[in-house]
């Protein structure tokens, strides 16, 4: 059984935690040495419940991901390992996906018998990736799949780290040879082509503004994407389900982001608020517009001395923003920004239709496999400081708009109002669902359910970070929902 684009499975977990082990289970599919963690027992109810290789179920046979992997098969695994620190103080189990899950996927990964498996992912500059690695046991995970024989290879899809997560602080450039990745130009096929100009000011945080205007003008449209993953066969999408302070919601679409190697080519806002031609903040601000250009100016320079006295004054102007009542948005974190979206977009039509040779093709060009890990999610001013939240969940499908779009409903959100659910499914050249959300089919632990009761019956309402609180009005759910079911 094959599982249809507008199709979303969603399993309850037996508990949400991922650190009681579960009560042994017969695994007759996967070797002794699998443990019965909360993710893999989820994991194989969720597979088990989408229907794939039935005939083989209970079986040594069972291979379910053989669905979608061949025998000699290029697989990459892309979690989400944004930093290794969570800004909240709420540990790493809502902030990145956990090392259980992507274990048990890696055990049906290997049952398929890939040629390569390769796990990676490109967290913001600023991440220790090692000490992240070894704070969630992956290089353990990864010795005990090596020492029975089934080679997992670590990436860093980074091609810039910096030095300190401190503002002003250095890079260090050329971490990975440009050989490692394609340059791909979406030109006037990018979302982003409709808010460009010639005067267009993007930015994304830490980061020299000027080297965003060579990948990103009127007509151009660049992204470098990590060569392991446009040369795979499958991609299995291992997103942590969390709101995002400029997204609202980071899950099957926003994970895309970190296959990109090079933070100059992805505009996350607009510099200036949204009365004069930007999107980082709503309206405008004098004292907002003297810290961006500080930040500009600390970004652009050189030396380290002048880098730092930039950025301390920008912190300074920060402190006198908040003491006079002014929000601490500088960097689009709000429901009006209208850049991020369009960035997260434009990577998911390469990551489908990018060739080899750095053009987009007309035909889909790998197969895209999301399975998100939601039993312990992340609420509140995401990705990089949320607090947990126990939703006890993962769920999986072949179309990130579709699942996405079942995350929104999940959360409490209103996904027709969050741009990043619904303009996944404006038609396009180059299209992320030849269906709308109405023809979206649900089963939540192998029962169908309608999505005007997904809510009700298996969601919880997250806390929006605060930039989004307030977009959506009491009683804005019930309603698109209810318009959903009578659409349907």
Not at 348 to 357: F, I, N, P, S, W
Request: glycine share 8%.
């Amino acid at each position: 059984m094959s599982i249809q684009p507008n199709w979303v499975f969603c399993t309850k977990a037996p508990i949400s935690s991922y650190y009681t082990r579960q009560p042994e289970e017969h695994f007759p599919e996967l070797p002794q040495w699998a443990e019965a963690t909360t993710a893999l027992v989820t994991l194989r109810s969720l597979l088990i419940q989408a229907g794939l290789d039935r005939s083989n179920y209970g079986s040594r046979e069972w291979n379910p991901l053989g669905t979608f992997i061949n025998v000699g098969d290029k697989v990459v695994v892309k979690p989400n390992w944004v930093h290794h620190r969570n800004g909240s103080g709420q540990g790493l189990d809502c902030l990145v996906t956990h090392t259980s899950v992507i274990e048990a996927i890696l055990h049906y990964v290997a049952k398929a018998r890939p040629q390569s498996i390769v796990v990676g992912d490109a967290p913001i500059q600023g991440c220790d990736l090692k000490a992240l690695m070894v704070d969630c046991h992956v290089p353990r995970m990864v010795e005990r799949f090596i020492a029975n024989g089934v080679n997992i290879v670590l990436k860093d899809f980074r091609r810039t780290i910096l030095q300190s997560e401190k503002l002003g602080s250095k890079a260090q450039e050329e971490c990975q040879p440009i050989g490692d990745y394609i340059l791909y130009d979406l030109g006037c096929e990018s979302s982003l082509e409709a808010i460009t100009s010639l005067n267009s000011e993007f930015r994304v945080t830490m980061y020299n503004p000027d080297w965003m205007k060579r990948t990103h003008a009127p007509g151009k449209h660049q992204y470098l994407i990590a060569r392991d993953v446009i040369e795979s066969d499958v991609m299995i999408n291992v997103p942590k389900l969390k709101t995002h302070k400029k997204a609202c919601i980071t899950g099957a679409l926003k994970n895309t982001v970190g296959i990109n190697g090079h933070k100059e080519y992805l505009p996350h806002h607009r510099k200036g608020g949204s009365q004069n031609g930007g999107d980082c903040y709503p309206g405008r601000s004098g004292l907002k517009g003297l810290v961006e250009e500080l930040l500009d100016a600390a970004n652009r320079a050189q030396r380290t001395v002048l880098r730092q006295i930039l950025a301390n004054t920008a912190r300074a102007g920060i402190a006198l923003g908040k003491l006079v009542g002014t929000d601490n948005n500088y960097d689009g974190s709000w429901h009006g920004n209208d850049t991020v979206w369009r960035m997260a977009l434009d990577l998911q039509r390469v990551l489908h239709y990018g060739a080899a040779d750095g053009t987009l093709s007309n035909h889909v060009q790998r197969k895209v496999l999301t399975i998100t890990d939601a039993i312990i999610a992340g609420q509140g001013d995401g990705p990089l400081s949320p607090t947990p939240i126990e939703f006890g969940m993962m769920t999986l499908g072949v179309n990130a708009a579709a699942v996405e779009w079942v995350h929104a409903l999940l959360m409490g959100l209103v996904p027709q109002q969050v741009p990043l659910t619904r303009e996944a499914f404006v038609p396009h050249r180059y299209s992320l669902a030849d269906f709308v959300p109405e023809e979206i089919l649900v089963w939540v632990n192998g029962q169908p359910v309608p999505t005007s009761e997904l809510f009700v019956q298996y969601g919880r309402a997250f806390r929006l970070p605060s930039g989004w609180q307030g977009h959506f009005e009491p009683g804005q759910l019930e309603t698109s929902s209810s318009q959903l079911e009578e659409s349907a």
